[in-house]
């Protein structure tokens, strides 16, 4: 059975850093380009982070553009988040999914699947 299981998120203060983690099992994340996705109070989940299975190609939203970066570990199956700057605009639950195959194509959350239960993220000023 396929599962993603996401850690590292907190209470951080105003400028600070959080790494999240996001690992596979049951499927092998080389196989998929994965995205971190976040969603906060009353509003829509949205793609923050996403990588190519082969880690060449990423995207960010320009909400995180030079704060964030995502990578991945194939041989741990698992995809990292890291978070620096981060303002209270940041808090939301996080959350990674498989995208729909290798390649990068898309930023949709519909077209991702198989969802981990997310990790609470809560910036303060």
């Known amino acids: 059975q396929e599962k993603l299981v996401e850690s590292g998120g907190g209470l951080v203060q105003a400028g600070g850093s959080l790494r999240l983690s996001c690992v596979a099992s049951g499927r092998t994340i080389s196989d998929y380009a994965m995205g971190w996705f976040r969603q906060a109070p009353e509003k829509e989940r949205e793609c923050v982070a996403g990588i190519s299975g082969s880690g060449d190609n990423t995207y960010y939203a320009d909400s995180v553009k030079g704060r964030f970066t995502i990578s991945r570990d194939n041989a741990k199956n698992t995809v990292y988040l890291q978070m620096n700057s981060l303002t209270p605009g940041d808090t939301a639950v996080y959350y990674c999914?498989?995208?729909?195959?290798?390649?990068?194509?898309?930023?949709?959350?519909?077209?991702?699947?198989?969802w981990g239960q997310g990790t609470q993220v809560t910036v303060s000023s």
């Open positions: 999914a498989f995208g729909p195959g290798k390649l990068l194509v898309t930023t949709h959350p519909d077209e991702y699947n198989s």
